[in-house]
């Protein structure tokens, strides 16, 4: 059964860029869409984009201008980098794996804190 | 981007009801439509796909139903786990987007 995991720190100054991690175990990484996915209670669930083993991304445009995202097929993970961050951008950041459109496997979520 | 609606933000049920849950997408996303269960402190977890395909594992007292821009989650004979939030997001178009969540309570 795959697993996937988040991790990265919890504490990130304004202006500065987030970067986070997805470990995904238990199977491949090749074959599949894996996604970034946030929620804070402000704006609920936000989709921030997703990749694809063959380097292919799609950003939510609201987001396009700040995030970056890339895999490592050989590590079996996925990571995400966000710029230039404010507070707006502290929420709960979750990796998933997608199949038909719908997310079917999620990472457990990490907090990320925007603050000096 | 497609604006997903659910019109109440919790509904006050009892054990045993029938509950239904409602989505509204702002344009016609055919049946491209999922269902998300979240507890406090999890991540959410795929309830039904595709409007109406229920995910492996989950408990057949939910189905979904619906097309085009309106859409529902029901829930036969509520049990005590299954109090918790209930999300749609459409997977018609990028950026994919959710509802803001039906919060079932006692």
């Known amino acids: 059964q795959v697993q996937l995991r988040e991790s990265g720190p919890g504490l990130v100054k304004p202006s500065e860029t987030l970067s986070l991690t997805c470990t995904v175990s238990?199977?491949?990484?090749?074959?599949?869409?894996f996604d970034w996915i946030r929620q804070s209670p402000g704006k609920g669930l936000e989709w921030i984009g997703y990749?694809?083993?063959?380097?292919?991304?799609y950003y939510n445009p609201s987001l396009k201008s700040r995030v970056t995202l890339s895999m490592d097929t050989s590590k079996n993970h996925f990571s995400l980098n966000l710029s230039s961050v404010t507070a707006a951008d502290t929420a709960i950041y979750y990796c998933?794996?997608?199949?038909?459109?719908?997310?079917?496997?999620w990472g457990q979520g990490t907090l990320v804190s925007v603050s000096s | 981007d497609i604006q997903m609606t659910q019109s109440a933000s919790s509904l006050s049920v009892s054990l045993g009801d029938r509950v239904t849950i409602t989505c509204r997408a702002s344009q016609n996303i055919r049946n491209y439509l999922n269902w998300y269960q979240q507890k406090p402190g999890k991540a959410p977890k795929l309830l039904v796909y595709?409007?109406?395909s229920l995910q492996d594992g989950a408990p057949a007292r939910f189905s979904g139903g619906g097309s085009g821009t309106d859409f529902n989650l029901t829930i036969d004979s509520l049990q005590p786990e299954d109090f918790a939030t209930y999300f749609c997001q459409q997977s018609y178009s990028a950026p994919y987007t959710f509802g803001q969540g039906t919060k079932l309570e006692i």
């Open positions: 238990g199977d491949s990484i090749i074959d599949y869409y």
């Open positions: 595709d409007e109406s």
């Open positions: 998933a794996r997608r199949r038909r459109g719908a997310f079917t496997d």
């Open positions: 990749l694809y083993y063959t380097g292919r991304t």
